[in-house]
């Protein structure tokens, strides 16, 4: 909030006083008013806008505290300093714990006043625009904008929302760019944490690296430690950390963010002291932690400790009824980007090879497969001819043929057990596997037709 639009209001029972006060705010720059009560003041409060007040303490019917008061239930953001003689030193301090932003003792110098005026109205300034910035990220983040309308979506987002304020640690699972990133930060935006949302991922840094960017470091505790650096546990603190990959993460570390979780403080590289944090932790993977503890890989106790609550999200494959809405999404966002592209729609028969492909690399590879094809396309319309081969034959790996005349189980069988094979290398065991049947009996399925020397 500028000078030049803050106003201000001065209110003294020596009308002299209330003047000369807001004659000085004046010259620097506030827009002021002067009463010399606290009746008076309550009406302007009532009637006109006030940035900011202030008040002498004692004054007759309507006090300072009264006028503090009623300020505060109708703007507690409007900053309140009190002006007081020194034998009332005792009340000001009151005033202060009710919510007056500083004291002054008569006599002050109106430079002292101006300066924590000034401060108390940049505070207000940054406080609306954390405010607005989180209403920012909520409208951008918040898990209703996750896309889609598929069960296990649906699913997802009714647990973010359910689970958003809780300070209680996540996991996150899904396989690699199902949007695990995405669960995140809509958790985070949907919580009343007024912290920073910081992400970093535990499989991309070597173990000393990641442990001085997580906890800090101070200066000389290591060689090239030239500075101190508060690490990312502070720069969460009263926000959220996001421990992406967090399978990836050594022995060493594990240990040190049990001890974190339990304790809710943090030593820094070099430090003799912890310091506390309240930081908000979210972990993700792609592995079975359950399974990484059964091999030795990840701790017990830390999985016990994270596990408190658990998303879970569904493959693109297994959502395929959200595809559409997504590429309506991918293609809006593409067309942004690339203001020249001519792409304006995808037909029917592409949309439904892309329903039918099986998607490894889930929403990030349909994500980057569109902005693509947005590039790339000549045409207003994307057709199956347009799609990169690979989907192509992805999809026709998956579909199951009909031609001619109706044919026999036995032969249905004996075909698909055939494309079972060889989508396995020619490995009968594994084809067996996946199909969920013994050997013997895949060895049955083939037989009828069997002459081609498979393996």
Not at 192 to 198: K, P, Q, W
Not at 407 to 417: F, G, H, V
Not at 428 to 440: H, Q, S, T, Y
Request: glycine letters at 8%; hydrophobic letters at 40%; proline letters at 5%.
């Amino acid at each position: 909030m500028s000078k030049a639009r803050a106003r201000v209001l001065v209110v003294d029972d020596n009308l002299e006083m209330a003047r000369t006060v807001a004659d000085a705010l004046s010259d620097k720059g506030y827009d002021t008013v002067a009463v010399d009560s606290g009746g008076e003041a309550l009406s302007r409060l009532g009637s006109e806008r006030v940035d900011a007040i202030v008040t002498d303490l004692r004054m007759p019917k309507v006090d300072g505290l009264e006028l503090l008061n009623a300020s505060r239930q109708q703007n507690p953001e409007r900053p309140v300093i009190i002006m007081t003689a020194f034998s009332a030193v005792d009340t000001a301090v009151e005033s202060i714990r009710q919510g007056a932003y500083h004291y002054l003792t008569k006599p002050f110098k109106q430079d002292e006043l101006a300066i924590f005026l000034g401060r108390a109205l940049d505070e207000v300034k940054i406080r609306r625009e954390a405010s607005a910035l989180k209403t920012e990220l909520r409208a951008r983040f918040s898990a209703s904008t996750i896309v889609g309308h598929s069960a296990g979506i649906q699913a997802v987002r009714e647990r973010i929302e359910r689970v958003a304020d809780a300070p209680a640690p996540v996991i996150v699972f899904g396989e690699t760019g199902t949007g695990k990133g995405l669960v995140a930060r809509a958790l985070h935006a949907d919580s009343r944490r007024d912290g920073a949302f910081v992400s970093v991922n535990c499989a991309a840094l070597p173990e000393a690296l990641l442990e001085s960017e997580l906890f800090g470091y101070l200066k000389g505790s290591f060689t090239g430690a030239v500075g101190d650096r508060p690490g990312l546990f502070t720069e969460a603190d009263g926000g959220t950390l996001f421990l992406d990959e967090i399978a990836d993460m050594t022995p060493v570390l594990q240990a040190k963010l049990l001890d974190v979780l339990e304790s809710g403080a943090i030593r820094p590289v070099g430090a003799t002291k912890p310091r506390r944090v309240n930081v908000r932790i979210i972990a993700a993977t792609h592995r079975d932690l359950a399974q990484a503890v059964r091999e030795g890989k990840f701790r017990e106790d830390l999985l016990y400790r994270l596990d408190v609550i658990t998303i879970v999200l569904p493959a693109l494959r297994d959502r395929a009824e959200d595809i559409p809405e997504l590429i309506a999404l991918f293609l809006g966002e593409a067309r942004k980007r690339y203001p020249g592209a001519t792409v304006r729609r995808f037909t029917p028969a592409a949309m439904e090879v892309l329903r039918r492909y099986r998607w490894p690399g889930n929403v990030r590879e349909l994500s980057h497969t569109v902005e693509r094809l947005t590039l790339l396309a000549r045409r207003e319309e994307v057709g199956p001819d347009d799609l990169p081969e690979n989907i192509l034959r992805g999809e026709r790996a998956d579909a199951v043929q009909f031609h001619g005349d109706v044919m026999p189980i036995a032969e249905l069988e004996r075909r698909y057990a055939r494309w079972a094979v060889a989508q396995t290398g020619g490995h009968r065991g594994k084809a067996a596997e996946k199909l969920g049947v013994d050997p013997k009996t895949l060895r049955k399925y083939l037989e009828p037709a069997d002459h081609d020397g498979e393996n």
